[in-house]
C-alpha cells in the first residue's frame, strides 16, 4: 500500500523549462508536492517564483544535473517521489549534428542514470518526454504510433535510445509502467 504522501510526491526532471513549468504548475494546481529538478541550462531560476505566484502553493527546487548521478541518487532516496516526469534534455536538431556525443551523454547516459536511481528507491512510474521526431521523413499522414521509427538526427537518436532502455526497464518488473509522450513543437499560453 502506498502512503498518501508518497503518492503526492512528483520529481520532474527540466522542471523549470517550457513544457516543465507548465507540467508543474498542473500538478501544484491538483495538489501534488512538487520537486523540479533542473541545471538551469534552458531555463531560470526566476521560474521558481513565477509558478509559486501563479500557483499560490510551494515548489521544490533542486538545482541538478542528471549527470551528477550522485546528486541525483541522494535528491530522490531524500524525496522518494511516487512518479517522476522526465523531461530534461538537450533539444536543438541542429546543434545535435554538431556536438553528438554531448547530446548522447546529456540525454542517454542522463537517462540511464535516473533510470538506475528509480531503481534503487522502488519507483516504478515514469512519464518520459520524447519526440516524434523519432518517426523521421513521414510515410503518411498523419503519423501515428504504427509509423516505423527512423529518426535521422541524433537529438531523435537519443530519445529513441533511451526510449528502447525503458521499454527493456518496464520488462524487468510487472510493477513499472512508463509512458512515452513523442510531440512536435509545444505552444501555448498558462491557463492561469
Known sequence: ??????????FVTGGLG????????????NGYSVFAYDNLHSSN???????????????YFIKGD????????NSLKKIKPYAIIHLAALKSVSESFKRP?????????GSLNLIECLDQINCNYLIYSSTA?????????????????????????????????FED????????????????????ACRS
Not at 1 to 10: A, G, L, P, Q
Not at 18 to 29: A, E, F, R, T, V
Not at 103 to 109: C, E, G, I
Open 169 to 188: 526497464w518496464v520488462k524487468l518488473s510487472p510493477k513499472r509502467k512508463v509512458v512515452t509522450l513523442r510531440y512536435f513543437n509545444v505552444a501555448g
Open 101 to 109: 556525443i554531448e547530446y548522447y551523454k546529456n540525454n542517454f547516459v
Open 133 to 165: 521526431s523519432v518517426y523521421g521523413q513521414p510515410k503518411y499522414l498523419p503519423i501515428n504510433e504504427k509509423h516505423d521509427e527512423n529518426p535521422q538526427n541524433v537529438y531523435a537518436k537519443s530519445k529513441l535510445f533511451s526510449e528502447k532502455m
Open 18 to 29: 517550457y513544457i516543465g513549468s507548465h507540467i508543474c504548475s498542473d500538478l501544484l494546481n
Open 1 to 10: 500500500m502506498i502512503s498518501k504522501t508518497k503518492m503526492k510526491k512528483i
Open 45 to 59: 531560476l526566476s521560474v521558481v517564483k513565477k509558478i509559486e505566484k501563479i500557483t499560490n502553493k510551494k515548489l
Open 66 to 73: 542528471l549527470l551528477n548521478k550522485k546528486l541525483l541518487q
